[in-house]
């Protein structure tokens, strides 16, 4: 196709499908057959890019003025078409992209279907509102619309007020008509009700002073519990508490040191403690002391035992016994 269509003579082609001065720029939908589209040739015979590049020119066309038209130009088209400075990757998909493309008397090129949908477009734009953000005018309609059923809203709930008074009135005169005939009707029962209303009030705030009396004489005739006694102070727990003083670990529930307490005195324990802290340190364990007192009886070399048994041990005679650092045990 030339590129200037003002050279091309094109009297003898068809009239364009659609109105000349028709415009659906601020139309923002295209109604797409599916059906219709998938049933053609061209859905076969295009390739991807083919098809993208028909598809492109296809909402292009609505927009363009008359809706539904092409130029005839092919510059213009391949920008149209994403082609924008390649004219040649252009010339490659143009036979297939403009598939079903007719020129027509205006020098502009026209496809039917899309003729369709413009003027089925044009009957349904009265009916449907736009959305577009190109339409100038569509602020000021929504404005409108939202002032006109402000407006209806306010008149009526004017109409519900007005009925709503209306409606208490009657209710007051039922009400006391209502009231009127009761008294009527039972005069000894509307005078002796607020009477009996006291007496059941008056019933119940005696009960309440009774049930009172009843549970105060009950609560102070229940004596107090007793406190409870603390167990007695043991004689190992004595040792441990003077024991940790010094810096030795030690507790009444060991098994060392209840034996240790029922072999030996507590000045006895206590001057090992004082030998073993001097050898090893604050921090040992209470077992170093009892393994102290425990070699104070065994034979010497010669097979004599040792004779101490009375006052504290001596220093002299009692081996030193090796504890790892590793055995502490924490209480």
Avoid at 116 to 129: C, F, H, I, R, S
Avoid at 297 to 305: E, R
Wanted: with cysteine.
């Amino acid at each position: 196709m030339p590129n200037d269509a003002q050279k091309l003579d094109c009297s003898g082609f068809s009239p364009p499908p659609v109105p000349a001065d028709i415009d659906l720029r601020s139309y923002c939908w295209m109604k797409l057959d599916l059906n219709r589209l998938h049933s053609s040739d061209f859905i076969h015979l295009a390739s991807n890019e083919e098809f993208g590049a028909a598809v492109k020119l296809w909402t292009e066309s609505m927009r363009q003025v008359p809706a539904g038209s092409l130029p005839n130009d092919d510059k213009i088209l391949a920008s149209l078409a994403g082609y924008r400075g390649s004219l040649r990757r252009w010339m490659k998909v143009k036979a297939i992209a403009l598939h079903g493309f007719s020129l027509c008397s205006d020098g502009r090129l026209y496809h039917p279907v899309l003729a369709e949908m413009v003027l089925d477009a044009l009957g349904n734009k009265t009916q449907q509102p736009t959305s577009s953000p190109s339409d100038p005018r569509a602020k000021d309609r929504e404005r409108l619309r939202r002032w006109r059923a402000a407006q209806r809203a306010r008149q009526e709930s004017g109409q519900s007020i007005r009925t709503g008074e209306a409606h208490s009135t009657e209710v007051d005169e039922t009400v006391e008509t209502f009231q009127g005939r009761f008294t009527e009707t039972f005069p000894e029962t509307a005078e002796t009700f607020p009477i009996k209303e006291r007496e059941r009030e008056r019933e119940k705030e005696e009960t309440l002073l009774n049930v009172s009396e009843t549970a105060g004489e009950t609560f102070q005739e229940t004596p107090p519990p007793e406190p409870s006694q603390m167990p007695p102070t043991t004689r190992e727990g004595l040792i441990c508490k003077r024991l940790r003083a010094l810096g030795v670990r030690a507790a009444p529930h060991m098994v060392v040191v209840q034996e240790m307490c029922a072999r030996h005195s507590d000045e006895h324990i206590l001057a090992a403690a004082e030998i073993a802290l001097e050898k090893k340190g604050s921090g040992i364990h209470v077992g170093y002391i009892a393994a102290m007192l425990k070699d104070r009886g065994k034979s010497s070399g010669n097979g004599v035992k040792n004779k101490q048994t009375d006052g504290p041990p001596n220093r002299s005679l009692l081996p030193p016994v090796a504890v790892g650092g590793s055995h502490y045990i924490t209480l």
